[in-house]
């Protein structure tokens, strides 16, 4: 079997895992096994073969990450004050690090697969966690040092040597930090709850913990004054709960020399609380965890079927089709259960409702409200805002060709369905009632609160766009049947290309939609007609297809 | 000849819920070496449940189970380095072929890689799939999965094995080959755990039959026994009686005639 580099680098440090009283040579070989079979993640139906893709797209996703990586980078240039600097390219890393963490790697924490196989072994649960927990720091840690890689070598090149082995060190901090965090967190709550609700809370708690991620974010640039043109730092106590303030502390010690207490103060900080962290980890979640996994698994729910539903009586009106029918209140019921896919769309969809607003924030939150700025608001163009919302949508519907009921798909194949555009349509409408029509009615609602009933066609219009967008991104990408293939391999699977060419469209959209504005009274009605017919002539284009088109697209 | 001897598992007042659901409702057993114990029941009465604590998989029960005579809730290991289980549904890392599962699983108990390898070569081409043997498992059949189950079971000669339907998907030949080496592990010494719902087979094998029904122990005995107290002639009949079932063809008549409805 493949001896893999990363196991040889563990080797070394074997002697600490013995003094945690790890079995070293055990973790070592379920590790082994487990990267085994990371490499190998075949897509499960339909086809054969083809062993390196999944592997492609891991790596393939992680240029994207350098990618970005590269431009948080540039921070480093610029001579705003080092605090500043760090607090945002830290903020930045916690913040993707963390956000991965819970859509990518919740799965593997909390995963039951194992279960069955491993604990009959005699192997104990301490080192079957630390086995599980490697396993997700080896991938979060290429994760970030993607990202961090451009701050790390423009950082060298700006500050020198020992500002690189500071910020190397304080990664893997902020790595270990966030892992162990969210652990925690899981742990509470499978300590507190159980049963059915538990798998709820858990999606509820993913997804706030998402949001206060981000909102958290927008406090890291509050730390200073930008109002006038020095930017200046007043110490404040909120200061202390901003993780990225922690970690960002001891470069001032180290390259300003700045020793005042605050900084003292809050490098302590960052250096304690991940030691309580794993302290707290290894002392009480560790040997526990596995037993309170265990509640996921039995439930007892009854969930009485009605068959006299809105959601019926909708399938009536915007399905034509029998087949299509079905599917739309298949996929609709299937949504409604499938917690690992929540975990994935809620966090974006939630995304979606405060993005907008995240950007009035920045722009005037700065400054107490006066009447004049209000105004300023209420009367501008600042609800082309709305397209920020808009443009997480479209990517999120391929996600739903991800199951964790994938094997059940043999239906497809098995039913007389001579046309897989019908079980298309009727997914795409039911995603599209399901979650994209309410949300964005939310969004609306609370945007007509702040602009007043005079944006309506124009949230008219940005609807039109969304299912322009929705069906371009569904022409451009792969045909994929609904729910039908595991999320191991649709975790890393590359969809960042066309997440992008959704954003730059979106980017279009609102552009285009700001030059007719100008245009009034006409501007919009064009618009619109212009919006509708593209979409009317995506819709008849986007579907069609045939099943050999799924059968070359699902290999 | 064991029967003076300390039991192999002992299980007293055992109890556990899901929820609000009782699924075990003061499970007593006494098991000792040697025996194979057919352990039946309707579906959801509790078997899966029981074995799953006597492996260590579920935690939450009430009661006192002990396996070698050490009391499992303590989180001790040590014990199933001395078990083996076949699970009623084939999880297995399948991305593996069936040789890196095997050695890995060898490994775990603790045999070096050479030995685990010759070993799980040789017992995998006695069931007739040698050519399998470094192949993925997610290529395989589903008896050919059994038979990987079935090996990773035995690899490490354990003295106490717990079988979940552990026939499925295998050819009337594999099935003979796997009842022949059962009753000879018996015949060493060897406890088996056999839970079924295939009455024929467990009619036959077992020395002893428990049948267990909402969570309770409704009946424990040889064959004979059990025909015995209900006059009934064959395990199916006696399973029937004692799970109070007796209008199967009622059932199966209204059955059709819903599906001839329009």
Known sequence: MKDFFILKLLDKGSSIFKSFGIDYPMMRKILQIKFVMDERRVPTIMMNGKNSESKNSFRSSLFLYAFMGLFIGIFMFPSFPLFLKMNIVIGMLIFMVMTTMISDFSSVLLDMNDKNIL?????????????????????????????????????????????????????????????????????????????????????????????????????????????????????????????????????????????????????????????????????????HFERNLQKLNGSSEKNEMKIKTLQQSISNIICFNRLEKVFFRFTQQMLSNERKLKLKLYPSLAFSVIMPFIFFLSFFGREPLSADTLSQITHGKYYLYMYLSVAFFPSLFMLISASENYKGSWIYKALPIDNPAMILKGAFKGFVCKYVVPIYLVTSLIFVIIFGLRIVPDLFLIFINLMVLMLTTLCFSKKELPFYKDFQYAQNSNNTGIVFLTFGLCGICAALHYALLSLAPLGIPINIAASLIIAIILWHFSFKISWEDIAKDAQ | MNSLSEPV????????????????????????????????????????????????????????????????????IEYKRRIGYVPETAEMYDNLTAQEYLTFIGEIYGMDFESVDSKAQKLISLFGIGEAYTARISSFSKGMKQKVLII?????????????????????????????????????????????????VVEKISDRIILINAGQIVADGTFFELQEKCSEGSLEDIFNQLTGFNQYKEIAHSFISILKEG
Request: hydrophobic share 50%.
């Open chain 2, 152 to 200: 990773a079971s035995l690899l490490h000669n354990p003295d106490i094995l717990f079988f979940d339907e552990p026939l499925s998907g295998l050819d009337a030949n594999s099935v003979m080959v796997f009842k022949e080496i059962i009753t000879e592990l018996a015949a060493e010494g060897k406890t088996i755990f056999y839970s079924s719902h295939i009455m024929e």
């Open chain 2, 9 to 76: 598992v002992s299980i007293k007042d055992l109890r556990m819920n899901y929820g609000e659901k009782q699924v075990l409702n003061g499970i007593n057993l006494e098991i000792h070496g040697g025996q194979i114990i057919g352990y039946i029941g309707p579906n959801g009465a509790g078997k899966s449940t029981t074995v799953k604590i006597l492996l260590g998989i579920l935690e939450g029960f009430r009661g006192e189970v002990k396996v070698f005579g050490e009391d499992i809730s303590t989180g001790s």
């Open chain 1, 119 to 287: 604990l009959p072994r005699p192997i104990d649960t301490r080192t079957l966690n630390a086995a599980k927990l490697i396993h997700i720091v080896v991938y979060l840690f290429k994760i970030t040092i993607a990202i961090s890689g451009g701050s790390l070598i423009f950082g060298l090149i700006r500050y020198g040597f020992w500002f690189f082995l500071l910020f190397l060190f304080e990664i893997a901090l902020i790595c270990g930090f966030v892992i162990l965090f969210t652990s925690l967190f899981y742990y509470a709550i499978l300590t507190l709850f159980s049963g059915e609700k538990l798998k709820d809370i858990i999606n509820y708690f993913q997804i706030a913990l998402t949001i206060f991620m981000t909102v958290m974010y927008q406090f890291v640039g509050r730390i200073f004054n930008v109002s006038n043109m020095n930017m200046s730092l007043t110490p404040q106590w909120w200061n202390f709960l901003l993780p990225s303030a922690w970690f960002s502390a001891p470069f001032s010690l180290l390259v300003d020399h700045d020793f005042s207490r605050y900084y003292i103060l809050l490098s302590l900080v960052g250096i304690i609380v991940p030691i309580i962290t794993m302290t707290l980890y290894i002392k009480v979640v560790s040997p």
